[in-house]
Structures are given as C-alpha cells and as structure tokens.
C-alpha cells in the first residue's frame, strides 16, 4: 500500500523559508491527488495546500496564499511544500496527505476523512 514520508521541517525565524518533501513508496502515487495539512496544538487539523493528479488544480488556504507554493515531482514520487516568509502562526505539525484523483468529484480538498493514506507529520516552528 502507498506510504508517505514528510520531512524537511525545522526551526526557522519569522520571515525564513522551508521546503517539506513527501516521498511516497511507489509509482502509484501518480493516481492520487495529495494535499499538505497542518495541526498546531489545540487546533483542529486544517488543510494548506491541495495538487492534483497531474498539477492542473491547486488550492490554497488563504492564511498561506502568496508565501507557499505545492509542486509535484512524478519521477521522484514526491511532493513538495515550498513555504516563503513564514509566521509563526504556521507553526504546526505538517502532514502530507494522498487520496484517489477521483476523490474530489464527492470531497472538498480540505476534508480530512478523504485522504486514506498519510505520513507521520514533520514539525514547523517559526519563532525568534
């Protein structure tokens, strides 16, 4: 079955950057949308980001809208969270998510109960 891998978070002052990768365990992740959420203590898990199958919809919460950016690499089998002047705010625990491209015929990108498969989480902490 497809297994997901975060890594790339860290510590990083307000107004720095950081790059989350999800690897995903086979060539399979090609028939799945995947999404980025995040869940800081206290908060109910939200959604950041959403890439479709073959990168043609993408959607954003407005809260990163303008600082970061959800690409797909199909050869590597990876999806990537490119996040620009981060708040502390976004300080969360981030989790890459996969579920079927036919998915989102019947389910908001930011449902968490459509996406079957997730990685561990990796921690984001934006402080001074």
Known sequence: QLQLVESGGGLVQPGGSLRLSC???EVTLDYYSTAWFRQAPGKEREGVSYISRYSDVIN????VKG?????????KRTTYLQMNNLKPEDTAIYYCAARPSWTSNTNAWTEVHSYPHWGQGTQVTVSS
């Open 23 to 25: 690897a995903a365990s």
């Open 60 to 63: 954003y919460a407005d809260s």
């Open 67 to 75: 600082r970061f950016t959800i690409s797909r690499d199909g050869a």
